[in-house]
């Protein structure tokens, strides 16, 4: 029963690498976005946007293919940096409410709330609460997947997609589980689903038709796995494999900027937020790095690194001003600012004052 007392969320960004293009470039905005190679030299399709998808281009596609099923479609090139740094502002927002993260891929992470730094005993709350953060903070949407193991809460997480929140409590998990397509099990391609059909088994409940000792035989661990998740059986804890490099933010403007003051205050807001992340982790760097991207997309970076501890805002804010003072403007307009705290250490006092959660509170809603 231990399993079912957990709180587990699974954040799922929708269609990551195209929107964040679609974010960066209000050109892109309401059109088929395929991130990728070129279709004229045997490229493969990375991700794509909602809009992209409605004509049947997936990931993994042939850019080629793509390019037949959609010729509207604008081809991008992937800025793996930009978005691992995006990827990266999603994941301090994550270590607010707890440290026990998963990350398994740069858009995608189970988070573990039983116990959170919120002190919040709705895992729904806090799944509605990141969303919102991230949508306000990062400018994209995600999925929400929220249950008492991994196998529900990525399930769930998937289930609405886009912009979804879906919460499998356990009263639930049969009724829900019984009608799931059998390619939605973890574990289930197209090889294991193709024979699983021809054994009449298509959905969650059909499972059931077969003892575990059956499937083992037919599956081996994959039988095992299919037995227990049919009964929203998995017992896998959420694992905090991800060491933390960096904590930053940064911002893409609604309009350019040209003025040193307007780029002050904007960077003053940046560093209030990297404060309190910084703070909530009992964390500090030695290494700053100031990000500015002009009208014309060109990247500028410059970075200093410093023997003290740069945690709180005053400090941070004076090394930016003299980091600014080397980015050459010739004239230009600024689209994008941000700023990275890297070098991390753990400071040596300890900020885990909240509450233990007794039996009943983890009973109580998700």
């Known amino acids: ?59 993994a596609m042939a850019s080629m293919t793509a390019y037949k099923l959609c010729p509207n479609a604008i081809f991008v090139t992937p ?32 988070i573990d709330v039983t116990e959170n730094k919120v002190n919040n005993l709705s895992a729904t709350i806090i799944a509605k609460e990141i969303k919102k953060r991230i949508y306000n903070e990062v400018g994209i949407t995600a999925s929400a997947g929220v249950s008492y193991n991994k196998f529900l809460a990525k399930i769930a997480s998937d289930y609405k997609k886009p912009n979804g929140l879906t919460v499998i409590e356990p009263k639930n998990v049969g009724a829900f589980l019984d009608k799931l397509g059998i390619e939605k099990f973890f574990g289930v391609g197209k090889v294991t689903k193709n024979r699983l059909n021809n054994m009449g088994i298509f959905k969650g409940e059909d499972i059931k038709n077969f003892t575990e000792s ?8 994959k039988g095992k796995l299919l037995y227990d998740f049919s009964r929203g059986i998995d017992n896998r804890s959420v694992n905090p494999s991800r060491k ?10 609604r309009e350019d900027i040209e003025y040193i003051d307007e780029m002050i205050n904007i960077l003053d807001q940046l560093a209030d937020k990297i ?17 500015v991207k002009f009208s014309d997309f060109q990247n500028l970076t410059r ?35 941000g700023i990275t705290i890297s070098n991390l250490d753990k400071d040596n006092f300890s900020n885990n004052e909240h509450s233990q959660l007794n039996f009943k509170n983890i009973l109580d809603e998700f």
Do not use: W
């Open 1 to 59: 029963m231990l399993d079912k007392l957990r709180k587990i969320i699974h954040i799922d960004m929708d269609a990551f690498y195209a929107s964040v293009e679609q974010r960066d470039n209000k050109c892109f905005r309401g059109k088929p976005v395929i991130v990728g190679g070129d279709p004229s030299k045997r490229g493969v399709v990375a991700t794509c946007s909602y809009e992209a998808r409605k004509y049947g281009v997936h990931s």
């Open 275 to 291: 404060e309190k992340r910084l703070k909530q982790s009992n964390i500090s760097g030695k290494t700053i790095t100031l990000k």
């Open 79 to 110: 800025r793996m940096e930009v978005y691992k740094s995006v990827s990266n502002e999603i994941m301090d927002i994550f270590h607010d409410y707890s440290d026990i993260i998963e990350p398994l891929s740069l858009d995608e992470a189970f």
């Open 214 to 221: 059956e499937l083992i035989t037919l599956f081996k661990d």
């Open 303 to 337: 970075r200093i690194t410093v023997n003290g501890k740069i945690k709180d805002k005053n400090n941070i804010m004076l090394y930016v001003g003299e980091l600014l003072k080397e980015i050459p403007m010739d004239n230009k307009k600024v689209r994008l600012l």
């Open 244 to 253: 933390r490099k960096s904590i930053g933010n940064e911002t893409t403007l």
